[in-house]
């Protein structure tokens, strides 16, 4: 049974620049959440897809902005970046229900931001 | 709002010493459920544990244990007997009850554990 994946594993872009990043959710699951991991801190909450839609946001700009398939998968994409926009980005994944499901956390997407 | 608190930065014992990493946390819903996750150096989130709070019933798993005091507003997570495998950040978070409309999780900073040969 896979779990949660992400692609690529480490990214290196510099400001201005857009990135994608992509995640496939565990079997079975419907909805998938990103988050930001700052260096040192707990991960942020950014948004959160079900049927294609973003149905819920964190406290992030528009600059980050997201896509759900009918696969199921996910990508997350930045725009403009900022040096602060530098973090670890985990996708996690759970089967739509009472929001109290336990979310399921891919290896992360570091990115780089020079 | 919600709020978890992990006071403890870092720790670091010496293999099979027992180890307490605390977890106190702030919400105003009386539903809630609270999670413990693993990071190892791999950056993963590995899921631990996650609890009602209508069942405040304390959790063993084999070395790893959980007390739940609703009282206290704490969740903590102790390794009995530690091994350098142990060696990771551990974190405690938070979801209220929602009934579906809420996939928010609130993570407090984290708990560097180090273990030692």
């Known amino acids: 049974d896979a779990g949660v994946t992400q692609s690529p594993t480490h990214l290196i872009k510099t400001r201005g620049q857009q990135v994608t990043l992509r995640c496939s959710p565990k079997?079975?699951?419907?909805?998938v959440s990103w988050y930001q991991q700052a260096l040192g801190q707990g991960p942020q909450f950014i948004f959160q897809y079900y049927e294609e839609e973003e149905r819920q946001r964190g406290n992030f700009p528009d600059r980050f902005s997201g896509h759900q398939f009918p696969n199921y998968s996910s990508e997350l994409n930045v725009n403009a970046l900022l040096l602060g926009d530098s973090a670890l980005y985990l996708c996690?994944?759970?089967?739509?229900?009472?929001?109290?499901?336990?979310?399921?956390f891919g290896p992360g997407t570091r990115l780089t931001v020079l | 709002a919600q709020k978890v608190t992990q006071a403890q930065t870092e720790i670091s014992v010496v293999e099979k010493e027992d180890v307490t990493l605390d977890c106190v946390y702030e919400?105003?819903?009386?539903?809630?459920?609270l999670f413990w996750y693993k990071q190892p150096p791999s950056g993963e989130l590995v899921f631990l544990i996650r609890r009602n709070s209508f069942d405040e019933q304390n959790e063993i798993s084999g070395r790893y244990s959980w007390n739940f005091q609703k009282s206290t507003s704490s969740f903590n997570f102790t390794i009995t007997a530690s091994q350098v495998v142990d060696s990771a950040v551990y974190f405690c978070?938070?979801?209220?009850?929602?009934?579906?409309?809420?996939?928010?999780?609130?993570f407090g900073k984290g708990t560097l554990l180090t273990v030692n040969p």
């Open positions: 978070a938070l979801i209220p009850y929602s009934g579906g409309s809420n996939y928010k999780l609130t």
């Open positions: 919400t105003r819903d009386t539903t809630y459920y």
């Open positions: 079997s079975g699951h419907d909805t």
């Open positions: 996690a994944s759970t089967r739509r229900g009472l929001g109290s499901d336990t979310q399921y």
